[in-house]
């Protein structure tokens, strides 16, 4: 198995730039998970999906951050308009969900830096 | 609401030693522990878990972890450290029982001195 995949691995934008990230999470996987670790704030949890559906956004920081999961093998994290205080490793995590396999396995990771 | 504490943001020690990391969690539910590794400009990998049963985990790499309720701990040991131990760990609990989102301690960088 590739694992999870994610890309960009890195980016690098201005300011007001619109900003995608992706990520492919392991086949079979029903829960998908993005994370963002910064040096201030460590790993927190921006949003996750069951089953394509989202069931927890309370992470994002705002408007500007939006996230979808249009099919089992692919989501993206928006950020639009971009801001310098965005500047962060996102990761993106898979589980299975079944049988009581609770981990995560993440990808990566897309570094972002907001200039 | 979930929260873990790791003591220590630094922690070295030399190469054929014991490493010790700690770990402290609180948790409104019983908890799913959780340790992860990160190697410099890499993802997270597992190590180890506890869900039920055992308390005394083992996991990759020969690190294990024993699950004490009285004491809210999950600390992660090795009998021996080896260079390539040199990374970041976090330790981690779930949100609630079952596949849910984790709450991440802040973590702790181990160094390996020869």
């Known amino acids: 198995d590739a694992g999870v995949i994610q890309s960009p691995r890195h980016e690098v934008t201005e300011m007001g730039q619109e900003v995608t990230l992706r990520c492919k999470p392991i086949?079979?996987?029903?829960?998908l998970f993005w994370y963002r670790q910064t040096m201030m704030r460590g790993l927190e949890l921006l949003i996750y999906f069951n089953n394509n559906v989202p069931i927890d956004d309370s992470g994002m920081p705002e408007d500007r951050f939006s996230a979808k999961m249009p099919n089992a093998s692919f989501s993206t994290l928006k950020i639009q308009p971009s801001e310098p205080r965005d500047s962060a490793v996102y990761f993106c995590?898979?589980?299975?969900?079944?049988?009581?396999?609770?981990?995560?396995?993440f990808g990566p990771g897309t570094r972002l830096t907001v200039t | 609401a979930q929260s873990v504490t790791q003591l220590g943001s630094h922690v070295s020690v030399s190469e054929g030693a014991l490493v010790l990391l700690r770990c402290n969690y609180s948790s409104s539910v019983p908890p799913y522990l959780f340790w992860y590794v990160q190697y410099p400009n890499q993802g997270l990998q597992l190590l180890l878990k506890?869900?039920?049963?055992?308390?005394l985990v083992k996991g990759i790499n020969g690190f294990e972890a024993e699950f004490k309720k009285s004491e809210t701990s999950f600390h992660l040991t090795k009998p021996s450290a080896h260079m390539s131990d040199a990374a970041e760990y976090f330790c981690?609990?779930?949100?609630?029982?079952?596949?849910?989102?984790?709450?991440f301690g802040k973590g702790t960088r181990l160094s390996v001195i020869a």
């Open positions: 086949s079979g996987h029903d829960y």
């Open positions: 995590a898979s589980s299975p969900g079944r049988g009581g396999t609770y981990e995560q396995y």
């Open positions: 981690a609990v779930s949100r609630s029982s079952g596949n849910t989102p984790l709450v």
């Open positions: 506890y869900t039920t049963g055992a308390t």
